[in-house]
C-alpha cells in the first residue's frame, strides 16, 4: 500500500480471480465485498488475523513486536513462480493442483495462455479487463466493466443508438481507447504488475484530478437477478467458430465444454507462427469476443428472476432519463410477450442446451450488421430457424450452422413431412414447441388476436408427449371403445408436450377430465396454446384429431411459405 497518503493498492495481484482481487481492494479502502462460498476462508482467515492483532496490541497483552513481525514476513514468506517445459501437457497439470485446492476453470487457463502473448505490452491490463467483464455471463458486460475497471461506462454508450449496437460500448477498439486513456497509461484492471513496476509508478496522490472518459453513472437498480443461458465457455466457442470462419480457417469439429482447450489448442494456436503474429491474434481474438458479447447482451434473452420463478427476456440498454446522459440502464418488456424472445425462447428449450449451434449464425449476423433493429434481427432469426430445422437438408446441424455463418442467406426447401407420420413419443419435441410460437406469432389466423392470455404466453421446459385421448384402455374399458382409433391414436392431432408431471397425473384419464383441469389450472397463465384449441372442443374423437391436425399442419407450412427466405445483407 501507499505509504505517501496516496490511495491503497494491492501489490499482489490475481489475474484469473477478479472476484478475489476486487474483494482485496474493497478491503485496503476499509470497504465490505461479497465472497462467493468458494472463497470463503479467505474471509475467515483476515478475520482470524485481525483478531490476532487486536488481542496482542492490548495494553494488557503488548509483548508483540510489530517489527519483529513485519521483519519474519519479509524475510521469511516466499511466493515460488512455477516455469514448466513448453511441451508440459498443461491440462494434466492443472487438474493436478486443481484436485489440491480451488477448481481452476478451463477458460481461466485460456486467458492465462491469450494474455501470455500480449506480455509487456502497455495495454495488456486492458484486455484483461475485457475479458474478466466477459466471462462473468449472469450479468450484463457494462456492468461488468465497471465492477472491475471500477470507472463508469457511460459516456460510452449514444442514446441515439439505443436501438442498435453501433455504440461505441461495442466497440472493442474504443473502449480499449478509453481505458487507456482514462488512467493516463497506468494499470487498472486485475492483471497485476511486478514489484519494479509499482516501486517505479508515480505517487497518486488522493483526490486525483485526471480527466476521466469513464464518468458519470450505471444505473445499479436492477429489475431482477439474471441469469445466462449459456456459459463462457460457450461463448468463447462460439466467438471461436465466427473468428476462424473470418479467418478463412477450418470449423471447429464440435462445441463442447470440457474439450475448450483443446478445440483453442488445435484450431486457434498456431506453433510455427512469430510472436508478433500471436500476439496480434490474441488481440483480435480478445477484440471481438468483447463485441460479440456486448451483441449478445443487447439482443439475446437471459433468465430474468421474476416473483418465484424466472422467465426469458431481453433486457434492452439505453440512457437513463433520471441520470441525463451520465446513467445506463437495462428494461424489460415484463408485462408482455416480444416475437424475438419468444423465438429465441423456443430455440433455447428444443435444441441441445450444451452447444445450442444456432446462436454462431445468429451472433455473428448481429455483430455483422450491427446497425440493425430488433425487428430486422427478429425477421433473420425466423428464417435461420425455418432454414436450420425444417428443411431437408441432412447434414449434421454443426455443418448447416456453418453454412449460414459463412452465407446467412442461404436458401434449402422446407420439409415438414414428418407431421403426417403416427410418430406417437418419438415425435420431436421441436415441431411442438415450433408450434406453440407459430401460434401465438399467427394468433389472429386462429380466433385470438384479441385473447390477452395468448398475447402473453411464454414457453415452458417441456419433455413429455402427451396423448390428449389415452393410448391405453382404463381398467374395465374395451380398447375399442376408446375415444380416438388406433388409426389416429399416435398422430400429431392428438399429442402435446407437457410437463412430466403433467404427463404423471394426467396419465390414461378421459378426455373430459383432462379438459376440466387444464381449464382448472390455466384461468390465469396459459401452459399451452396447441391444448387450449384442443380443450376448446365439447368431446374428442378421430374426427376432432384429424381436423386438429390438418389445421395445424396448414398453419406451419403457410408460417413457412410466408417467413422470407432471404434477407437482404
Not at 300 to 308: H, L, P, Y
Not at 374 to 400: A, G, I, V
Request: with cysteine; glycine share 4%; net charge negative.
Amino acid at each position: 500500500m501507499d505509504k505517501c497518503g496516496g490511495p491503497q493498492e494491492p501489490r499482489i495481484a490475481f489475474a484469473i480471480r477478479p472476484q478475489v482481487e476486487h474483494f482485496f481492494a474493497a478491503y485496503l479502502k476499509g470497504e465490505q465485498a461479497p465472497l462467493a462460498d468458494e472463497y470463503r476462508a479467505i474471509g475467515e482467515a483476515l478475520q482470524t488475523i485481525q483478531q490476532f492483532f487486536d488481542k496482542h496490541q492490548s495494553p494488557v497483552d503488548s509483548e508483540l513486536s510489530l517489527e519483529g513481525f513485519r521483519e519474519f514476513i519479509y524475510c521469511k514468506v516466499r511466493l515460488v513462480l512455477t516455469e514448466v517445459d513448453a511441451e508440459t501437457d498443461l491440462n494434466k497439470l492443472f487438474e493436478l493442483i486443481n484436485n489440491r485446492g480451488v477448481q481452476l476453470q478451463h477458460h481461466e487457463i485460456l486467458k492465462a495462455r491469450l494474455l501470455h502473448l500480449l506480455l509487456g505490452e502497455s495495454n495488456s491490463d486492458a484486455y484483461a479487463s475485457l475479458w474478466d467483464a466477459c466471462a462473468e455471463m449472469d450479468d450484463y458486460v457494462e456492468r461488468n466493466l465497471r465492477a472491475i475497471t471500477g470507472k463508469p461506462v457511460a459516456l460510452l454508450f449514444k442514446s441515439r443508438s439505443a436501438s442498435s449496437d453501433a455504440t461505441s460500448l461495442g466497440c472493442a477498439s474504443s473502449v480499449l481507447s478509453a481505458l487507456k486513456v482514462d488512467d493516463a497509461g497506468l494499470a487498472i484492471s486485475a492483471a497485476g504488475r511486478n514489484l519494479a513496476d509499482i516501486l517505479a509508478a508515480p505517487t497518486r496522490e488522493t483526490g486525483d484530478s485526471n480527466e476521466a472518459v469513464f464518468k458519470g453513472k450505471v444505473d445499479e437498480e436492477e429489475e431482477g437477478k439474471v441469469r445466462s443461458i449459456i456459459s463462457f465457455s460457450m461463448l468463447l466457442q462460439h466467438t471461436l467458430r465466427i473468428w476462424l470462419s473470418r479467418c478463412e480457417r477450418a470449423d471447429l469439429p464440435k462445441i463442447l465444454d470440457k474439450e475448450l482447450l483443446s478445440l483453442f489448442e488445435k484450431h486457434f494456436f498456431k506453433p510455427r507462427e512469430h510472436d508478433a503474429a500471436k500476439a496480434e491474434q490474441a488481440r483480435s481474438f480478445i477484440e471481438l469476443l468483447w463485441e460479440i458479447r456486448f451483441c449478445f447482451d443487447q439482443h439475446v434473452i437471459k433468465w430474468v428472476a421474476q416473483d418465484v420463478t424466472a422467465i426469458h427476456l431481453i433486457g434492452r440498454l439505453s440512457a437513463n432519463p433520471s441520470e441525463g446522459t451520465s446513467g445506463l440502464q437495462r428494461t424489460y418488456k415484463m408485462d408482455s410477450t416480444d416475437g424475438f424472445e419468444l423465438l429465441q425462447s423456443m430455440l433455447y428449450h428444443s435444441q441441445q442446451i450444451t452447444t445450442h449451434y444456432w446462436l454462431t449464425p445468429l451472433l455473428a449476423y448481429m455483430h455483422a450488421n450491427r446497425t440493425a433493429t430488433p425487428e430486422t434481427l427478429f425477421t433473420y432469426l425466423r428464417q435461420l430457424d425455418n432454414q436450420l430445422f425444417c428443411s431437408d437438408d441432412k447434414t449434421p446441424l454443426l455443418k448447416r450452422s456453418h453454412d449460414f455463418l459463412l452465407d446467412p442467406s442461404k436458401q434449402t426447401q422446407h420439409d415438414s413431412t414428418i407431421l403426417e407420420q403416427p410418430e406417437g413419443v418419438k415425435f420431436p419435441s421441436y415441431w411442438f414447441y415450433k408450434l406453440e410460437f407459430v401460434l401465438w406469432y399467427q394468433r389472429r389466423l386462429v380466433g385470438q388476436s384479441g385473447n390477452k392470455l395468448w398475447e402473453k404466453f411464454r414457453l415452458k421446459a417441456k419433455n413429455s408427449v402427451e396423448h390428449v385421448s389415452a393410448q391405453t384402455p382404463q381398467k374395465n374399458q374395451n380398447p375399442d371403445d376408446l375415444p380416438v382409433s388406433a388409426e389416429y391414436i399416435d398422430n400429431f392431432g392428438n399429442l402435446a408436450l407437457v410437463s412430466r408431471s403433467v404427463n404423471s397425473e394426467f396419465g390414461n384419464k378421459p378426455f373430459e377430465d383432462k379438459r376440466n383441469k387444464f381449464k382448472r389450472d390455466n384461468q390465469l397463465v396459459l401452459d399451452s396454446l396447441k391444448l387450449d384449441l384442443i380443450y376448446r372442443c365439447e368431446k374428442w374423437g378421430d374426427s376432432e384429431a384429424q381436423a386438429h391436425q390438418l389445421a395445424m399442419i396448414d398453419l406451419l407450412r403457410g408460417y413457412l411459405l410466408e417467413t422470407p427466405s432471404r434477407m437482404t445483407l
